[in-house]
T-cell receptor, first 111, second 113 residues
Framework: QKEVEQNSGPLSVPEGAIASLNCTYS??????FFWYRQYSGKSPELIMF????GDKEDGRFTAQLNKASQYVSLLIRDSQPSDSATYLC???????????FGTGTSLTVIP | EAEVAQSPRYKITEKSQAVAFWCDPI?????LYWYRQILGQGPELLVQ????????DSQLPKDRFSAERLKGVDSTLKIQPAELGDSAMYLC???????????FGPGTRLLVL
């Protein structure tokens, strides 16, 4: 079982809709969770991080963490064509220095 | 805004040749990471430095790959000899300390012919 799993997609949503991206992880003791956006041919850029159970909002983005169920999600409200990219989930497992990345979910926002 | 610098941005080489990549982390960041990202996959850690010391190189193919961060600032990743399967994006990231948010450089796209 991989440390971090994401549905590779592709996920398509119309412009203005809510895009929901999900990520599950295997290490129950994981402490910190990150969402990165990666445009084709570019490097990952941080969107947001979350450490505590519940929701964390930043503009149009909301990260949701449920440690009991071992999943973290990213909601993008009012999706824009410029949000079209691959979204990577990264997890820092308990007691470790390494980050584990999922394979990413490809999102396309249709104008 | 401080950024992670990498060079070259693109590299084309023939198999069996040697290649080297350079990374300059954000000033003051003690932790530096080298990742390899194959198309369609997530980044996979090759090596992690804390200052000048290697913290984790368990996934580094040490028969052909080497990495150093002699003065605890910039770093070099070398491949010798390169193989066709090494074609990928090589990403450098840094963080103030381990387990903190990582910031990525623009990456070096390597093509081995």
């Amino acid at each position: 079982q991989k440390e971090v799993e994401q549905n590779s997609g592709p996920l398509s949503v119309p412009e203005g809709a809510i895009a929901s991206l999900n990520c599950t992880y295997s290490d129950r003791g994981s402490q910190s969770f990150f969402w990165y956006r990666q445009y084709s041919g570019k490097s990952p850029e941080l969107i947001m991080f979350i450490y505590s159970n519940g929701d964390k909002e930043d503009g149009r983005f909301t990260a949701q963490l449920n440690k009991a169920s071992q999943y973290v999600s990213l909601l993008i409200r009012d999706s824009q064509p410029s949000d079209s990219a691959t979204y990577l989930c990264a997890v820092n497992p308990s007691g470790g220095n390494q980050f584990y990345f999922g394979t990413g979910t490809s999102l396309t926002v249709i104008p | 805004e401080a950024e992670v610098a990498q060079s070259p941005r693109y590299k084309i080489t023939e198999k069996s040749q040697a290649v080297a990549f350079w990374c300059d982390p954000i000033s003051g960041h003690a932790t530096l990471y080298w990742y390899r990202q194959i198309l369609g996959q997530g980044p996979e850690l090759l090596v992690q430095f804390q200052d000048e010391s290697v913290v984790d190189d368990s996934q580094l193919p040490k028969d052909r790959f080497s990495a150093e961060r002699l003065k605890g600032v910039d770093s070099t990743l070398k491949i010798q000899p390169a193989e066709l399967g090494d074609s990928a994006m090589y990403l450098c990231a840094s963080s103030p300390e381990a387990q903190e948010t990582q910031y990525f450089g623009p990456g070096t796209r390597l093509l081995v012919l």
